[in-house]
């Protein structure tokens, strides 16, 4: 009796310890005019939820592409990043289109590396000029280990 007492007793903690373990991570980014924060700055590799929010006047989005540097992301002719140059490997997802005072999440599975959390919305300006959000600086780097 006390030996199954004791077996049901592991076998419970070995369940809550696998249920904390797979739930994966969380980071809340942080978007506005012209920066992007994220808490934390690393996470474990597996499933992570991001939860943008906006935190600006304008809309933003959110990408996460696999990159030691927002420097190593190629750009078009407005200084935004060219998503048509990057492949499923280091394109991971999105959340577009996160108006002001919303937020919207996404859940990505990642692998150990750097990424770069970016905004890459572009709009063109009543003078004509593209406006470019990635070139203004909305960009960030989490570590995944």
């Known amino acids: 009796m006390r030996l199954?007492?004791?077996?049901m007793a592991f076998a419970l903690i070995a369940m809550v310890l696998a249920?904390?373990?797979?739930?994966g991570s969380s980071v809340d980014v942080s978007l506005y005019e012209w920066g992007l924060d994220r808490?934390?700055?690393s996470v474990s590799a597996g499933d992570v939820t991001f939860k943008a929010t906006n935190d600006g006047s304008e809309t933003h989005e959110m990408v996460v592409v696999k990159a030691d540097s927002a420097a190593d992301i190629p750009t078009d002719a407005d200084g935004a990043a060219?998503?048509?140059q990057m492949d499923e490997t280091?394109?991971?997802?999105?959340?577009?289109?996160?108006?002001a005072g919303a937020n919207?999440?996404?859940?990505?599975?990642l692998e150990p590396g750097t990424y770069v959390i970016f905004?890459?919305?572009t709009e063109t300006e009543s003078?004509?000029?593209?406006e470019s959000h990635f070139a203004k600086g909305m960009y960030n780097t989490i570590t995944v280990s």
């Not at 249920?19 to 739930?23: D, I, K, L, N, R």
């Not at 280091?90 to 108006?99: N, T």
């Not at 919207?104 to 599975?109: D, E």
């Open 4 to 7: 199954t007492r004791m077996v």
């Open 19 to 23: 249920a904390c373990t797979s739930s």
């Open 39 to 41: 808490a934390p700055t």
């Open 82 to 84: 060219d998503e048509s």
């Open 90 to 99: 280091v394109f991971i997802g999105e959340v577009e289109d996160v108006e």
């Open 104 to 109: 919207k999440s996404v859940t990505l599975t």
């Open 119 to 121: 905004c890459n919305v």
């Open 127 to 130: 003078d004509g000029t593209v």
